[in-house]
């Protein structure tokens, strides 16, 4: 057994030289001898180390992915795409440090990111980020890979983050070979993992760049330069470029440096990364709903091209807009190809001169989206795009509605499908199994149109749908019915208000508490709320006012579907308190600090307002302590906090 662990670290060693740290000190023979006499040893024993190199062969083809749910969330970063919206951040940055804070800027990749979980030192498991909460269990997947340690020192359980790509060259070199090659980097790399058959992940190399800590069992508080040496430390690939700034100047150079360099390195990269690197100031900072405030990702300006514009067609959304969509002749666009391009409305197109069968400027906005510019040469054959009157769909007459055009059908086959799958959505009713085309087959083959036809659906409904399992109808009809207790939030997000959005939606269950009470919110008190405009608020009384509307409602509503909001009301020593957190606490992190205030009945602000009753002090506390003075709130330090909490 000494001679199978002598020979697991050094070929740990070997590998760790070849793929991290891109230095290889032995030849491929050399390796392959020694790896084929520890596989053998390991046979002979029976044993395989949990670190062992042998245990990165992909195995079977998997059934499916499993979810898992991460032990801290993942954030997805708020993007910057102009010198306008970097400098916003910057000074919202000095705004909470109280001066120029410490910034670091690393390459933004574009992949796949995933989570690697340890425990006690030891690999467990990889899952892809998913909805920031729950990813899917990658691990057979992702053993594949050489870049990354299955035996770490730190002893605690830890999460780390990485993005897998694939280099360019490696694209290139498997394109030459490959069946079916593949288009880009980016969907190459996450089809490598998002793949049931661990050895299609294998043939194509990809490799993770570790970049951040998602969690530390141990509580320890680091600063990103600390995370990257500790990442370093443990084993991890990471990118050799992480440029530590003092000033915003420095780090509008240090971009420039990544977008002049990211042209020349071997990885599909479309941005920059730039965080704040004082644990303390990022708690000053804090989170929204959606990202950390204290980081953001500066995209580059998108590339354009020109193609040719072969079609356009006309889609129905689920409010029964029309919206023309471009069918170009493909063309390779930042890594990608693009061969649709989406068109605002028919003003649009007039406006930017498009026409069948001329040449088009494209561009992929924010390197995603692709969009059309304009035309830039018409030809002889060229025609106008006509502008329909009635729906391609269903044929009803359209109606013009300021600058779009709407199909009135309620019952138009595309709008009700994007309906129902909008209410069956992740972030909506979230019911397993439903899809799009499972909403076609609903409507086409068994009249389903409304939201309360799917909870009338039985076992026999479904069995001569095509592609309709026992297995698939179970959890179809249990996702359903799971349904039914969806919180009130993720309901008024499902149902379709127009301008409703997951934020909103929030805010709108947890000021009037209950559907009935939305129902019955005037515009002036919608208007009033932070979130909601004068459109969104006219849309929401609209929604209710509406006939049909209200009818599927009731229908829902006889159901069993009348959620209401589910905070507990809670009373305590901060009771009708709206507090705000500033400065660094010894005893308590900031995220602690604000659960034992919010469980004990108070609000918790992100910043100083005249709504602000009471400001918990720690050290090197900055503008909001100074802001709390001038308005004369009451300010404690960490001493009378901890009095209050002991009430």
Request: glycine content about 8%; some cysteine.
């Amino acid at each position: 057994m000494d001679e199978q662990r002598r020979i697991t670290d050094i070929l740990n060693e070997w590998a760790h030289q070849y793929y991290v740290l891109d230095n290889p000190t032995v030849s491929d023979k050399e390796y392959d001898e020694l790896y084929d006499k520890l596989k053998a040893l390991e046979e002979k024993s029976g044993v395989v180390f949990d670190d062992s190199p042998t245990r990165r062969v992909g195995g079977e083809v998997l059934k499916g992915f499993e979810k898992h749910t991460h032990i801290a969330r993942l954030y997805s970063l708020d993007k910057a795409t102009s010198t306008e919206g970097l400098s916003a951040f910057l000074t919202r940055a000095e705004k909470a440090a109280g001066k120029s804070p410490v910034y670091t800027v690393e390459y933004k990749f574009d992949g796949l990111t995933v989570c690697l979980t340890y425990d006690k030192g030891k690999f467990v498991r990889a899952t892809t980020r998913g909805n920031g909460t729950v990813g899917e269990d990658v691990t057979a997947q992702v053993l594949t890979i050489k870049s990354f340690p299955l035996k770490i020192s730190y002893q605690g359980t830890l999460e780390v983050r990485g993005e897998t790509v694939i280099r360019l060259s490696v694209l290139e070199q498997y394109n030459k070979t490959a069946a079916e090659p593949l288009k880009n980097a980016r969907n190459a790399a996450a089809g490598a993992i998002r793949n049931l058959d661990p050895k299609v992940t294998q043939a194509r190399k990809p490799e993770i760049y570790f970049y951040d800590i998602n969690y530390l069992s141990g509580g320890e508080r680091m600063s990103q330069t600390a995370a990257h040496e500790f990442l370093q430390k443990e084993g991890f690939k990471v990118f050799p470029y992480f440029k530590v700034c003092k000033t915003g100047e420095e780090v509008k150079a240090a971009i420039d440096e990544i977008e002049i360099a990211r042209k020349e390195i071997d990885v599909l990269t479309d941005g920059a990364v730039i965080k704040i690197d004082d644990d303390s100031v990022r708690e000053e900072m804090g989170h929204t709903d959606k990202f950390p405030r204290w980081a953001i990702a500066y995209k580059f300006e998108a590339e354009e091209v020109t193609t040719l514009l072969k079609e356009v067609i006309w889609q129905v959304g689920r409010t029964g807009k029309l919206t023309p969509l471009a069918l170009l002749e493909p063309v390779e666009l930042g890594g990608a190809t693009v061969s649709r391009a989406t068109l605002n409305n028919y003003g649009d197109i007039l406006r930017k001169d498009v026409k069948i069968g001329s040449r088009v400027l494209v561009r992929r906005s924010n390197e995603v989206i692709p969009e059309i510019l304009g035309a830039t040469e018409h030809y002889p054959h060229s025609a106008p795009v006509e502008k329909p009157e009635t729906c391609p769909y269903c044929g009803e007459k359209l109606q013009e509605i300021g600058a779009h055009l709407f199909c009135p059908n309620r019952a138009c086959l595309p709008r009700v499908t994007a309906k129902l799958d909008h209410y069956a959505s992740k972030n909506a009713m979230d019911i397993e199994g439903f899809s799009g085309s499972t909403a076609t087959l609903l409507i086409e083959k068994k009249g389903v149109q409304n939201f309360a036809d799917l909870y009338a659906l039985k076992e026999d409904d479904l069995r001569d749908l095509d592609g309709f399992k026992e297995k698939k109808i179970a959890n179809l009809l249990s996702g359903i019915e799971k349904s039914k207790s969806t919180p009130l939030d993720a309901y008024l997000f499902a149902i379709g208000i127009d301008g409703v959005g997951r934020v909103a939606a929030k805010d709108l269950a947890k000021k009037f508490k209950s559907l009935d009470g939305l129902a019955k919110a005037t515009e002036e008190e919608l208007i009033a709320m932070e979130n909601v405009g004068e459109i969104t608020a006219k849309g929401i009384v609209s929604y209710f006012a509406d006939e049909d509307n209200a009818l599927q409602l009731a229908r829902l509503k006889e159901i069993g579907i009348d959620p209401v909001w589910a905070e507990e009301e809670k009373s305590g020593t901060f009771s009708g308190e709206a507090v705000v957190l500033t400065g660094t606490l010894q005893k308590f992190k900031r995220s602690e600090a604000q659960k034992l205030i919010e469980t004990r009945g108070g609000e918790v602000l992100s910043s100083v307002t005249a709504k602000t009753t009471l400001v918990v002090a720690g050290e090197s506390a900055g503008s909001k302590l100074d802001k709390a003075k001038k308005l004369g709130v009451r300010i404690i330090g960490e001493e009378e906090f901890e009095k209050l909490l002991e009430k």
